[in-house]
């Protein structure tokens, strides 16, 4: 069965550092997203990506974050300065379409930051 | 009002309880509406989408009322598999088919 893959699993940064979290969605879907969450809360959107933009975008992606697709298969998110506050799993998912498919989430990348 | 409101938890119940989840959601646009089940730090999986008909998946039953804007989610029989955090999840087509989420309600199953 095909499925979303993140690397790394587990990312350690200093404060004040970039990060690039990495993702290889479902190799034939089109709409591309991030989400975070934070210990002990729910999950948040951050960005939805669709033919090469950006599509919509959450309060909390600020100008620190930045989403690409590199190539035709990657996926990644982008942090530039990483603050404490910015530690949290943060999953990447992938759809088909919209209106007839739902979300497949990958295993996540759990950020940390000193 | 939280956009995706769910019953507070912890629900601890015996194996082979019947457990019900309620949901509640603001934005009358929203459009397709799913559960979604947790495991610790784990990625959301997908339980079951829910319709206004109410469907079912073996044990599990989901029911949408649009007018109300109220999702539901029984579990009949549980398992001690059954324990996880439930999810209670729109999508909003309109919105670049953005996922919003509820703060999920944690269901632990007793032997």
């Known amino acids: 069965e095909p499925e979303v893959t993140q690397t790394p699993s587990h990312q350690v940064t200093q404060m004040g550092q970039e990060v690039i979290l990495r993702c290889v969605p479902i190799s034939n879907h089109l709409y591309f997203y991030w989400y975070r969450q934070i210990l002990g809360q729910k999950v948040e959107f951050l960005v939805s990506?669709?033919?090469?933009?950006?599509?919509?975008k959450s309060e909390i992606f600020d100008d620190q974050f930045s989403v690409e697709r590199p190539d035709g298969s990657n996926f990644t998110l982008k942090i530039r300065s990483t603050k404490l506050e910015d530690s949290a799993m943060y999953f990447c998912?992938?759809?088909?379409?919209?209106?007839?498919?739902?979300?497949?989430f990958g295993p996540g990348t759990r950020l940390t930051v000193l | 009002r939280k956009e995706v409101e769910q019953d507070p938890g912890p629900f601890n119940v015996p194996e082979g309880a019947t457990v019900a989840f309620n949901c509640t959601y603001s934005?009358?646009?929203?459009?397709?509406f799913f559960w979604y089940r947790q495991d610790c730090r784990k990625e959301p999986k997908l339980l079951m989408s829910v319709y206004s008909s109410g469907n079912e998946d073996g044990r599990f039953t989901a029911q949408l009322n649009r007018a109300s804007q109220y999702i539901s989610l029984l579990i009949r029989d549980s398992k001690l598999s059954d324990s996880a955090t439930y999810l209670c999840?729109?999508?909003?087509?309109?919105?670049?088919?953005?996922?919003?989420f509820g703060q999920g309600t944690e269901l632990s199953v007793k032997p």
């Open positions: 998912a992938s759809r088909d379409r919209i209106r007839t498919d739902t979300q497949y």
């Open positions: 934005n009358s646009a929203s459009q397709s």
């Open positions: 999840v729109v999508d909003l087509y309109n919105q670049g088919g953005k996922l919003i």
């Open positions: 990506f669709y033919n090469n933009e950006i599509s919509e």
